[in-house]
């Protein structure tokens, strides 16, 4: 079956760090990938998104690269601002069904 | 442009109690719908999905059921409440053929 697993947070950093957070998953066919963030008390907001092998996804400084070859979508962002501190979702899409990581907190510290 | 209106924004009912959550998108037509919850820290867990009217997947045997009366309205609903049926709810939809969903505000829902 389909399935998304996440790197465990939370995760803080200082400001002006570098970001990564670890997603890889298993799924039947080609399906898409999302990167997704929650801010306190909202619903989700799609990130980025990459819907075939090898394209990158981008948004504001962060980007992720869809590997066919590791199955894996990480999410990078070379500098974070204390305006980043979320929680972040990778998922996939079989084009009918979403299916979402456990989440990751993201802490920015000045 | 396409929107989602979720309401209401929070809640909050006693034990017991019957509930009613109500999801509507603009803009599109036929999309998929789905309803998530999300217990505290934690990830989302979909409830339920619908890709047409009267159409309803179940993914989570519980004390929800979900109705889809028209097109772009999803209906979230309990008859009896429980403690754990507290959380964070949220509504999605999207349009078959892997693009991505869209979420509406959510609903915290507090059983007391």
């Known amino acids: 079956g389909n399935s998304v697993t996440q790197m465990e947070g939370p995760v803080t950093l200082s400001e002006e760090a570098f970001l990564t957070i670890n997603c890889t998953y298993t799924a039947t066919g080609y399906p898409s990938l999302f990167w997704y963030v929650q801010y306190p008390g909202e619903g989700l907001q799609l990130l980025l998104k990459?819907?075939?092998?090898?394209d990158k996804g981008s948004n504001k400084g962060f980007e992720a690269t869809y590997r066919k070859e590791t199955t894996s979508f990480h999410l990078e962002k070379g500098s974070v601002q204390v305006s980043d501190s979320a929680v972040y979702f990778c998922a996939l899409s079989d084009g009918v069904q979403f299916y979402f990581g456990t989440g990751t907190s993201l802490t920015v510290i000045p | 442009s396409q929107t989602i209106h979720q309401w209401p924004a929070t809640l909050v009912q006693p034990v017991g109690s019957p509930l009613s959550l109500e999801c509507t998108v603009e803009g599109t037509s036929n999309p998929n719908l789905y309803w998530y919850r999300q217990a505290a820290g934690r990830g989302l867990q979909l409830l339920f999905y619908?890709?047409?009217?009267?159409?309803i997947s179940s993914e989570v045997p519980q004390n929800l059921s979900a109705s889809r009366p028209q097109d772009r309205q999803f209906i979230l609903s309990s008859k009896k409440l429980l403690l754990s049926d507290s959380g964070f709810y949220l509504c999605a939809w999207s349009i078959s053929g892997n693009t991505e969903a869209f979420f509406g505000q959510g609903t915290r829902l507090t059983v007391v």
């Open positions: 619908s890709v047409g009217i009267g159409q």
């Open positions: 990459a819907t075939k092998a090898d």
